[in-house]
């Protein structure tokens, strides 16, 4: 994931860990508070952010 995003700050890692460990219990309304949240911090990311947790909330088994 940190390849993704190319930044390895402590902010971007801890985003992207909650983000996967929603999508492992398919809380589509944390995911999106989480993009939300993110989306002001960091607007470049957003996209790559966006298509990760689609993704993974996708692939992930039940």
């Given at each position: 994931m940190l390849l993704l995003l190319k930044d390895k700050d402590y902010i971007s890692?801890?985003?992207?860990?909650?983000?996967?460990?929603?999508?492992?219990?398919?809380?589509?309304?944390?995911?999106?508070?989480?993009l939300l949240h993110y989306h002001f911090q960091h607007l470049l990311l957003r996209n790559n952010l966006f298509s990760l947790t689609l993704w993974a909330s996708i692939?992930?088994?039940?």
């Open positions: 890692s801890n985003c992207i860990r909650r983000l996967i460990s929603f999508s492992w219990e398919r809380d589509f309304l944390s995911i999106l508070h989480a692939l992930v088994p039940y």
